[in-house]
């Protein structure tokens, strides 16, 4: 048999390494699927005690590609390194030029605040229900507040207030998820869940407990907040990207903020409802706390795709979502 030519030869040399990592990313997601599934089919009523987990198998495979339960969502020293394909997307989010070292910061922060493997405790025996409460206008007039209020954990996001709003939105904050420009204070029953869009994010959460110094970002940020040091944890950055690139599959330029609480939801609850999220019919979303208009699909993020996902886990029971209007 004739020999390929040379220039054929090369293509099928160049093609292989692609392969094998093809090959690779579908085996790695065919043994998280079967672990799952087995883990599910060896335990009676499901891996958690509630009567619907989000991790019991559904007839549509669709989640169980997407949901990979190896990846931290929370930061703790043992699994601060990053791949260099995660620092890089990391790094890159905001275009941020710091060259402050990454390593010095990990081991500034877990000196500061709670080492510890976080949220390890999934099983048959928990029951863990969570409402995670954006801050659509679609909440005024829903009278939510006593239903959001009876989940283990409420989750907030941003600046999104209670006071006043008590009859829609509750009163009780388990976990509030910000960055630096949407920080505000939490009391003493509260996590403050550091989202790291970036590395001064980071060094701004150190600054704020210690020497205070960092008063700016790209905007003026609060150099202090009111918080339990001990209740402090941090989104892992890993986590961020896996859910760019498994959940919304690289649309946008990453993740929304309500989107990665939803998501972390999925990894540390058994039982997820959700409040707040949607727009109006005419694709216009305001906060239930101010009158300012914007559009869910506009922006950075992938927010159509967004929408389309978060459909998709309702469709298939992972997600109970409440309209309010």
């Given amino acids: 048999m004739a020999p390929f030519p040379k220039r054929r030869s090369s293509f099928i040399t160049a093609l292989f390494p692609f392969s094998i990592f093809v090959l690779f990313m579908f085996f790695q997601h065919a043994v998280i699927y079967t672990l799952l599934k087995t883990s599910v ?122 006071k006043g709003f008590e009859n829609d939105v509750g009163s009780k904050t388990t976990h509030r998820i910000l960055y630096p420009e949407s920080a505000v204070d939490v009391d003493n029953s509260t996590h403050l869940v550091l989202l790291p869009f970036k590395i001064t994010d980071m060094r701004w959460l150190i600054s704020v407990f210690t020497t205070r110094h960092i008063t700016s970002t790209y905007i003026r940020v609060r150099p202090t907040v009111n918080a339990d040091r001990d209740k402090v944890m941090i989104i892992h950055p890993a986590f961020m990207k896996y859910i760019y690139d498994s959940w919304l599959e690289k649309h946008g330029k990453y993740p929304s903020t309500g989107f990665i609480t939803l998501i972390f939801a999925l990894h540390i609850c058994d039982q997820v409802n959700v409040f707040g999220f949607g727009a109006k019919s005419d694709g216009q979303w305001h906060h239930y706390f101010d009158s300012s208009l914007t559009h869910f699909s506009g922006g950075v993020h992938g927010g159509g795709f967004e929408n389309k996902t978060i459909n998709e886990l309702l469709l298939i029971n992972k997600i109970s979502v409440h309209k309010g209007w």
Avoid at 125 to 132: E, G, H, N, S
């Fill in 41 to 162: 089919e060896s335990t009676e009523g499901g891996l958690c005690a509630c009567d619907k987990c989000v991790t019991d198998l559904s007839d549509d495979d669709w989640f169980f590609m997407r949901f990979n339960p190896s990846v931290p969502p929370l930061m703790n020293k043992r699994n601060s390194v990053l791949r260099t394909d995660v620092y890089r997307w990391w790094k890159d989010l905001q275009s941020e030029s710091s060259q402050v070292n990454y390593t010095d910061v990990v081991d500034t922060l877990f000196s500061l605040f709670p080492d510890e493997e976080h949220y390890s405790d999934a099983g048959p025996d928990r029951c863990r229900t969570c409402a995670v409460v954006g801050n659509s206008g679609n909440l005024l007039g829903s009278h939510y507040g006593q239903l959001i209020d009876s989940h283990d954990f409420v989750i907030r996001i941003n600046k999104g207030p209670t």
